[in-house]
């Protein structure tokens, strides 16, 4: 990272340079399960060069890294750095429950020249002190690597990582942001609680407009949206973003509310349990590669298909 930043520097270079939207990958598998380095290869290309997306999120949930090796999730890593090859910025998830795993993914972030790493919190038994917990896990992240860290707290680790406890954490030198997968008003509260030391944000697509107009917020981080809802003739998305970083909140709107025929179609045909396999077939249908999901997520059937097809066919949507 000698490059790039110094671990100090870490939180102005991350002010400065994690910015816009930023998209949580989907990892293409072929039928033989094996991961599809090409497509992901021809994924990155599209969504950068096409999409104008301005960092990827890699190797996340919606990437299905509980279902990939170590080597994989490190070849992931080598794939998005290489694609993206100072054209958009990468942050990769080094997330896991065995905290050497998480040290050993993070080093050949490092190495492999991520600009970022992202750590879920951990699941926590017989713990009754958690926040000092969380703080001394962050902390020793933060003693053995120069990375910036970003934090990921949501409902998977069963309980959730409250405001005064990432506030605190945000103080660590080189913990630049937060994936806060919660209520509004809990990420609300944070973002007043820490100003500009760290980027707050939150995959959820609905609000981000309000967020930048009533927060202030520069950073989308990051989910699908930003490659499920445009293809490279309608970028709806990227446009309302622009219009309200300048402060042009109603024409924003506008824009914005355009989309709500794309948003409901995905709604009403999204299988409950089927993220991953849904996510993928979407882009499927917008030209992208798709391909399997790896157990134990489930994949489409023939029925649910036929559903998002015609949903997607009529969405408006251009393509």
């Excluded at 750095?81 to 990769?92: F, L, N």
């Amino acid at each position: 990272m000698a490059g790039k930043y110094s671990k100090l520097d870490a939180k102005d270079y991350a002010r400065e340079n994690m910015r816009g939207i930023w998209a949580a990958a989907l990892n293409p598998f072929d039928d033989d399960l094996s991961l599809n380095e090409s497509g992901l290869r021809s994924n990155i290309r599209h969504w950068i060069d096409d999409l104008g997306i301005e960092g990827l999120f890699i190797a996340g949930k919606q990437g299905e890294f509980f279902s990939m090796s170590l080597d994989e999730r490190k070849r992931n890593f080598e794939i998005a750095v290489e694609e993206c090859d100072g054209k958009a910025g990468v942050i990769v998830s080094v997330s896991d429950q065995n905290f050497d795993t998480v040290g050993e993914l993070a080093a050949h972030a490092e190495d492999c020249g991520a600009d970022y790493i992202v750590v879920h919190a951990p699941v926590l038994s017989f713990v009754h002190d958690r926040g000092e917990v969380l703080y001394r896990y962050y902390e020793a992240l933060c003693d053995r690597l120069d990375i910036g860290i970003a934090m990921w707290s949501h409902p998977d680790s069963g309980y959730l990582m409250q405001p005064g406890e990432c506030a605190r954490i945000a103080e660590l030198p080189n913990v630049v942001a937060i994936k806060y997968s919660v209520p509004r008003e809990m990420y609300v509260r944070l973002t007043h609680m820490v100003g500009d030391r760290i980027q707050v944000s939150t995959s959820a697509e609905d609000d981000w407009l309000d967020n930048i107009e009533e927060l202030g917020w520069r950073l989308y981080l990051c989910s699908s949206p930003p490659y499920h809802l445009q293809t490279s003739s309608d970028r709806r998305m990227n446009e309302y973003t622009r219009l309200a970083f300048d402060g042009r909140f109603d024409e924003a709107r506008r824009v914005r509310d355009s989309l709500d025929p794309v948003r409901d179609a995905m709604a009403r045909t999204r299988p409950a349990d089927k993220p991953q396999a849904f996510g993928k077939y979407w882009q499927e249908l917008l030209g992208q590669v798709g391909g399997r999901v790896r157990p134990p997520m489930l994949e489409l059937t023939d029925a649910e298909k036929a559903a998002i097809r015609e949903a997607f066919e009529n969405c408006g949507l251009r393509t």
